[in-house]
């Protein structure tokens, strides 16, 4: 069965400083698909990045980055010189083919991550 | 916006009632997913359908059932409810499957008194 854990419940940062959050996949299908959502205070989901099996290719977006490891089964994310509005509840996700058509989500418990001014 | 609505936003009620949650998907997506956030057992699936047809069950209780209308527009119908059900519920939607990024409403957030 699939499985997504994020071992950091909590991190706590001051504006500017860089912060990394972990992500780690447990899954024995070999095509599946790694996504990160972005859960603000307001409570919505925000969807951030998908990532498929086959592209280990690292990606940035603005701040963000996210580096795919198949070797060691993890998916981390970067935020380069934080701000306060990146403060958050941020959850890893996975999604395998095991599922058919189907594609249910498996979420990690969450980083919740404080930017401090 | 991710395009999906979901109403109500807030919902009181309390043990014993039935409330029916609303979902409108983004325009072309035929998948609808249904997820309930706690505290204790975080994101968890419940419900899938696609194009009107149940797909994959969650851990889904037996007191809750849903159902995709052929507009598409998603139901989520609890009943019998419990001290416990007091929850975030999102909706979710897709445009097919399994390779296709999973968009969420703003959630409807459940208390049960």
């Known amino acids: 069965a699939q499985k997504v854990t994020q071992a950091q419940t909590e991190i706590s940062v001051v504006e500017k400083e860089d912060v990394t959050l972990d992500c780690v996949y447990e899954t024995r299908d070999t095509t599946y698909y790694l996504f990160w959502y972005k859960q603000p205070p307001s409570g919505e989901l925000v969807f951030l990045i998908r990532r498929n099996s086959f592209d280990e290719q690292n990606e940035i977006s603005g701040r963000y980055s996210w580096n795919f490891q198949k070797s060691t089964s993890s998916f981390n994310f970067t935020i380069t010189a934080s701000q306060v509005v990146d403060s958050a509840v941020y959850f890893c996700?996975?999604?395998?083919?095991?599922?058919?058509?189907?594609?249910?989500?498996?979420f990690g418990k969450g980083i919740t991550l404080s930017v401090r001014p | 916006d991710s395009g999906v609505t979901q109403t109500p936003k807030h919902l009181i009620t309390a043990t014993g009632q039935r409330v029916t949650l609303r979902c409108s998907p983004r325009?072309?997506?035929?998948?609808v997913y249904w997820y309930q956030q706690s505290l204790d057992q975080g994101l968890q699936f419940l419900i899938q359908y696609y194009n009107g047809e149940e797909r994959a069950k969650g851990n889904i209780l037996e007191r809750f059932s849903a159902q995709q209308f052929p507009d598409l527009h998603s139901e989520l119908n609890l009943s019998s409810l419990e001290l416990g059900d007091s929850a975030l519920y999102f909706c979710?939607?897709?445009?097919?499957?399994?390779?296709?990024?999973?968009?969420f409403g703003p959630g409807t957030r459940l208390t049960v008194l």
């Open positions: 996700a996975l999604s395998d083919s095991q599922t058919g058509a189907n594609s249910k989500l498996t």
């Open positions: 325009s072309g997506d035929l998948s």
């Open positions: 979710a939607s897709s445009v097919r499957g399994v390779s296709d990024t999973q968009y």
